[in-house]
């Protein structure tokens, strides 16, 4: 009996031997690549966390420098942040805050500068929409119509062709367009919730134009 099991044991050894010469090297690269993917997953997430951390710092920074209206350490921890840690969401929220700052402090050039680059940069839709929109407004204090029409005309998700509409009845108001102005304020009235705060601003303006877009007045 013991010589019958030492003979299946040998069997059995020899099979392994023989599967592991034929899948042995599959099998250690396969482990290989798989150690390897590992450590590569766990470095880019330490790595992430290391580019947001840095960033949200800077971002505190972005906000004290705008509430002390600092307008130098608003350009100079916003340069910080676009050098190195761009590719962030932090980075472009950065942006923006540090345009409103700059705009505030009397800088509409550095505003749109740090706008356009949040719009370029920015992989969120919504940032870059938000970031269009107020750089059509500037553009439009300017006096460059052409450049905000065409920052309007850029693509953007659907819960923003509200906002779009209402800067471009803005931008036909001042061109003395008020046909196409009530046109545009008209959309946008349309396309806001009721229940926002902004949609009461642009039947204001609608009312300045003479037009009354309730329901009550429409059915009149």
């Given at each position: 009996m013991?010589?019958?099991?030492?003979?299946?044991?040998?069997e059995?050894?020899?099979?392994?031997?023989h599967f592991?010469k034929?899948?042995?090297?599959l099998?250690t690269?396969v482990l290989?690549?798989?150690?390897v993917?590992f450590?590569?997953w766990n470095?880019?997430?330490?790595?992430?966390?290391?580019?947001?951390?840095?960033?949200?710092i800077?971002?505190?920074?972005i906000?004290r420098?705008?509430?002390?209206?600092d307008?130098?350490?608003?350009?100079?921890?916003?340069a910080?942040?676009?050098?190195?840690?761009?590719?962030?969401?932090y980075?472009?929220q950065?942006a923006?805050?540090a345009?409103?700052?700059l705009?505030?402090?009397?800088?509409?050039?550095?505003a749109?500068?740090a706008?356009?680059?949040?719009?370029?940069?920015s992989?969120?839709?919504g940032?870059?929409?938000?970031a269009?929109l107020r750089?059509?407004?500037?553009?439009?204090?300017?006096?460059?119509?052409?450049?905000?029409?065409?920052?309007?005309e850029?693509t953007?998700?659907?819960?923003?062709e509200?906002l779009v509409a209402?800067?471009?009845?803005?931008?036909?108001l001042?061109?003395?367009q008020?046909?196409?102005?009530?046109?545009a304020?008209?959309?946008?009235?349309?396309?806001?919730?009721?229940?926002?705060?902004y949609?009461r601003?642009v039947?204001?303006k609608?009312?300045s134009?003479?037009?009354?877009?309730?329901?009550?007045?429409?059915?009149?």
């Open positions: 013991a010589q019958s099991l030492d003979l299946e044991e040998q059995q050894l020899d099979q392994i031997k592991w034929r899948y042995g090297n099998i690269w290989l690549a798989a150690s993917s450590a590569g470095g880019w997430q330490f790595w992430q966390h290391k580019q947001a951390s840095g960033a949200a800077l971002f505190e920074e906000e420098a705008v509430a002390d209206k307008a130098a350490r608003m350009e100079r921890t916003l910080d942040m676009k050098g190195q840690f761009g590719g962030t969401a980075a472009q950065g923006l805050l345009a409103h700052g705009v505030a402090a009397g800088d509409a050039t550095k749109k500068q706008l356009e680059w949040a719009a370029g940069q992989k969120d839709e940032l870059q929409a938000i269009r750089l059509a407004a500037l553009l439009m204090d300017s006096g460059d119509a052409e450049a905000a029409k065409k920052s309007l850029a953007r998700p659907t819960a923003f509200g209402d800067r471009q009845g803005d931008m036909f001042r061109a003395g008020s046909d196409q102005a009530r046109q304020y008209l959309k946008a009235y349309q396309l806001l919730a009721d229940t926002t705060e949609r601003l039947e204001i609608l009312n134009l003479g037009v009354d877009p309730t329901p009550a007045a429409v059915k009149s």
